[in-house]
């Protein structure tokens, strides 16, 4: 069950399979590689690895102590869960942390929902620390700080992944208090209830993204 509930492939998750397939990742499933040969380049020096389109090996469930470098919490999003097919909706709180893999601008972002939140539901389900996204941003050596837009263009892509561009299936973001959960905007978080409503598209997220300045200091 746990293999099921973790976001591979993320929707309608069915017998150990998600929507998308091993065969769609290369032979070589480096960091390095795959950054080269397999990412999407988004917009402009975006480029994005996600367990919702493929699973490499080195992303899905883990523990806190699998973590090289400790993530660190954005915040957390208030949804409908549509990982697995349910007869009726239901509302999760689901918690974002980031940390980075390997070098400073490869941002790691791992998701957890809370066992309470779906235990009467799906009553194997055990919560875990789901390492989802990766984003690389060419020009971005770590100073979150300096790009703060950065960190909300890596949600936006987050949940486009998620599948939360229906209305009514994103119901609030509350930022973190910590040092990078605090270059979350006001703005941002008001707006995020609608801002990916239809955006069922690549072509409609990357319109979104590029209504973000490229760069400010804050």
């Known amino acids: ?23 769609k990742l290369p032979e070589n499933q480096s960091l390095d590689y795959m950054l080269d040969h397999y990412a999407q380049e988004i917009i402009p020096n975006y480029f994005v690895i996600s367990s919702y389109d493929a699973k490499p090996e080195w992303m899905g469930g883990m523990e806190w102590k699998d973590f090289q470098n400790k993530p660190v919490k954005l915040g957390s999003l208030t949804h409908s869960f549509n990982e697995i097919v349910l007869q009726y909706d239901i509302t999760v709180t689901t918690h974002i942390y980031l940390t980075y893999h390997k070098y400073s601008n490869v941002f790691s972002i791992i998701i957890k929902t809370p066992q309470a939140d ?19 941003i060419r020009g971005n050596e770590g100073n979150l700080k300096k790009r703060p837009k950065d960190i909300e263009r890596i949600l936006l892509i987050l949940f486009y992944k998620m599948g939360l561009v229906y209305e009514e299936t994103i119901d609030f973001f509350t930022p973190s208090k910590t040092h ?11 707006d995020l209830s609608t801002a990916l409503v239809n955006v069922d598209t690549d072509e409609k997220l990357i319109d979104l993204l590029n209504q973000y300045p490229e760069y400010y200091e804050s």
Do not use: P
């Open 1 to 23: 069950m746990q293999f099921l509930m973790s976001r591979y492939g993320g929707h309608s998750v069915t017998i150990g399979k998600g929507k998308s397939s091993d065969s």
């Open 118 to 136: 779906l235990k009467d539901i799906v009553h194997e389900y055990e919560s875990c620390y789901d390492y989802v996204l990766t984003v690389f």
């Open 180 to 190: 990078i959960g605090k270059l979350i905007s006001e703005e941002f978080c008001k």
